[in-house]
């Protein structure tokens, strides 16, 4: 019996790229699948805040992300971790990578 | 020099949720589940540990690492490196025998790099899980997974990891086994044992307080760790890199995630520290190879994904 898997496309308004994303798996694992990197990769767990993101317009279902990254506040804007979050629509998201992401030890 | 602080007994490991937790450190990692308590945290310990737990899991809306406990000889010990503690001017505090269950008391202290860590001497000695220790075999049968050996050690990131170095040196009587400097002498990592083990701890340089990079637990073999990155696959487990070698002790390794965005690493092998070895240092130049020997390019994600 064939499964039909509904893929979402989710746009990339601040890289000027577009991926579809299949329902059922996470937009960041989505992106990495097409082997796009517009977004950052870090733990893949809601846990470090690497592949923060702006959701602009859709829906999506999201699994608990770390409060060290993403506040109440957050949530409510829209802001989110890409490795989180599972596309029940088309999307369009801003990157939004967190300034500690980019730290270099020394 | 040795002051009766032995080995690493414990890690406090928060998680975002303790059932998916669970089919990470029971499951793949393959620590066997030893109890639960009335906060709702899970404990764990791998096969052959004599103690009954080295991991407590606690579920929390922000990963990280809670505390690393490490057991000490005696009562004597703990009391005296208490007061040592103290009069460096590091936060202390007892925590009560039975906050952790059975587990004696704990003195808890803060470091310059923003971690807590414990001292402690009493823990429940269930011996090792499914071994006889009278005419014991070589392993117990029913082990999960990648059969962890034991929990081996941590890697921490903070600010000032000299200052954190020399609590553990002068104070706890760790030997600084590896270092990492740069070209103007700065460390920016160390190495310490208090074993004859490569690391107990160890901790790189970075700008924010109290980060974990990762809890590390001891595979027999190499071929074990492959077997590990395989089990890695067949259950798509968050990757991070490897199986790989570290230029630093030398550890055949692979990283990956658990389910909140926590690094484990299992590896094998390694170098040795014996109290009379010189420090060992990696030019800041090489720091990719030294991380990672075999890539010998510096790697952002080991660099700066941290709970």
């Known amino acids: 019996m064939s499964q039909i898997i509904t893929k979402h496309k989710i746009q990339v308004l601040n890289q000027e790229q577009e991926f579809l994303c299949p329902s059922g798996i996470t937009l960041l694992v989505g992106m990495e699948t097409i082997n796009s990197h517009c977004i950052d990769v870090g733990c893949r767990g809601g846990g470090c805040g690497v592949c923060k993101i702006k959701v602009i317009n859709g829906s999506f279902l ?45 | 020099m040795k002051k009766g602080v032995m080995r690493p007994g414990h890690v406090q490991i928060r998680v975002l949720d303790m059932e998916e937790a669970l089919t990470h450190y029971r499951d793949l990692v393959g620590l066997i589940e030893m109890d639960r308590d009335d906060q709702g945290r899970v404990y764990l310990k791998a096969w052959s540990e004599i103690d009954k737990f080295s991991v407590v899991l606690r579920e929390a809306d922000e990963p990280g690492l809670d505390f690393f406990a490490f057991k000490c000889i005696d009562v004597a010990t703990v009391d005296s490196r208490r007061s040592e503690l103290i009069k460096y001017g590091c936060n202390v505090e007892d925590i009560p025998a039975g906050d952790l269950k059975d587990c004696g008391r704990r003195v808890q202290f803060d470091t310059p790099t ?50 954190s170095t020399e609590i553990f040196t002068d104070i706890l009587g760790f030997d600084l086994a590896e270092q990492v400097l740069t070209a103007d002498g700065t460390r920016i990592a160390s190495f310490l044992t208090c074993s004859s083990k490569a690391h107990d701890v160890a901790f790189i340089e970075c700008p924010e307080l109290g980060k974990f990079h990762h809890a590390s637990f001891l595979l027999e073999t190499w071929d074990d760790v492959l077997r590990a990155a395989d089990l890695i696959s067949m259950r798509d487990v968050s990757i991070d890199i490897g199986p790989t070698r570290h230029g630093l002790t030398h550890g055949k390794t692979i990283y990956f995630f658990d389910p909140s965005g926590n690094r484990t690493e299992v590896f094998c092998g390694g170098d040795y520290h014996y109290p009379d070895h010189p420090t060992i240092t990696w030019q800041e130049e090489q720091l990719g190879k030294a991380i990672f020997y075999h890539d010998r390019v510096l790697n952002e994600r080991f660099l700066t994904v941290l709970t």
Request: charged share 25%.
């Open chain 1, 62 to 106: 999201s699994k608990r992300m770390s409060k060290a990254h993403i506040t109440d506040e957050d949530l409510q804007k829209g802001v989110v971790l890409a490795c989180r979050i599972f596309p029940t629509s088309d999307l369009k998201i801003e990157v939004l990578h967190s300034p500690t992401s980019k730290q270099v030890i020394v």
């Open chain 2, 114 to 163: 923003g971690h807590t860590f414990e001292l402690y001497a009493s823990k429940e000695q269930t011996g090792k899980w499914g071994i006889n220790p009278v005419n014991p075999e070589a392993w117990p049968e029913g082990l999960k997974g990648m059969k962890a050996v034991r929990f081996d050690h941590a890697l921490l990131y903070g600010p000032n990891i000299d200052g």
